[in-house]
Antibody, heavy 117, light 107 residues
Framework: QVQLVESGGGVVQFGRSLRLSCVASGFTFSGYAMHWIRQAPGKGLEWVTVISHDASYSHSRDSVKGRFTITRDNSKNTLYLQMNSLRADDSAVYYC??????????WGRGTLVTVSS | DIQMTQSPSSLSASVGDRVTITCRASQNIANSLNWYQQRPGRAPKLLIYAASSLQGGVPPRFSGSGSGTDFTLTINSLEPDDFATYYCQQDYSPQPYTFGQGTMLEI
């Protein structure tokens, strides 16, 4: 049974940092590209960033470039998202998502990040 | 960025109905179009990939069609669990991947 369990969300002040983690099980983590996708309260889905299966490649949407860093540890089946210089519009549920092709096969339940002033 | 536009934004239907949701891309994306279902308070779930391929475990009352810029998701014989929000997503140009704004299917 595939499981993706995110953690690390919470309330953080504007301009501060937060690190999200996602532990994967039930599939071959090292064979999947991994993404973070977010959803602001009551809003739609927004892709944030991706890392290749072997961590050789990553890219992010423009609004988080230079602030967010995606990494992974295949020995621990764990994905990370380091978020710095947080802004109000970063407030959202952050989903950890696995993809074998360019579509999003496996989703975690999400972790809520709230940026307060 | 490739813009994805869904219509309608919301839709009312009844159990047993057939509904169609459309998704239009701002440029040709071939068949690089996927559909997701999101029930309230839950994570999204992949339904259809590559415009018309049914993800494993998804009931055959769901179907997708289209290519180029215009796509449809059709749900036959609606069941209570189908009342949810549906999103299209393009993977033709992954920088960035983009979603439609969602279609809320309500009773």
């Amino acid at each position: 049974q595939v499981q993706l369990v995110e953690s690390g969300g919470g309330v953080v002040q504007f301009g501060r940092s937060l690190r999200l983690s996602c532990v994967a099980s039930g599939f071959t983590f090292s064979g999947y590209a991994m993404h973070w996708i977010r959803q602001a309260p009551g809003k739609g889905l927004e892709w944030v960033t991706v890392i290749s299966h072997d961590a050789s490649y990553s890219h992010s949407r423009d609004s988080v470039k230079g602030r967010f860093t995606i990494t992974r540890d295949n020995s621990k089946n764990t994905l990370y998202l380091q978020m710095n210089s947080l802004r109000a519009d970063d407030s959202a549920v952050y989903y950890c998502v696995g993809s074998s092709n360019n579509y999003f096969d496996y989703w975690g339940r999400g972790t809520l990040v709230t940026v307060s002033s | 960025d490739i813009q994805m536009t869904q219509s309608p934004s919301s839709l009312s239907a009844s159990v047993g109905d057939r509904v169609t949701i459309t998704c239009r891309a701002s440029q040709n994306i071939a068949n690089s179009l996927n559909w997701y279902q999101q029930r309230p308070g839950r994570a999204p779930k992949l339904l259809i990939y590559a415009a018309s391929s049914l993800q494993g475990g998804v009931p055959p009352r769901f179907s997708g069609s289209g290519s180029g810029t215009d796509f449809t998701l059709t749900i036959n014989s609606l069941e209570p669990d189908d009342f949810a929000t549906y999103y299209c997503q393009q993977d033709y140009s992954p920088q960035p991947y983009t979603f439609g704004q969602g279609t809320m299917l309500e009773i």
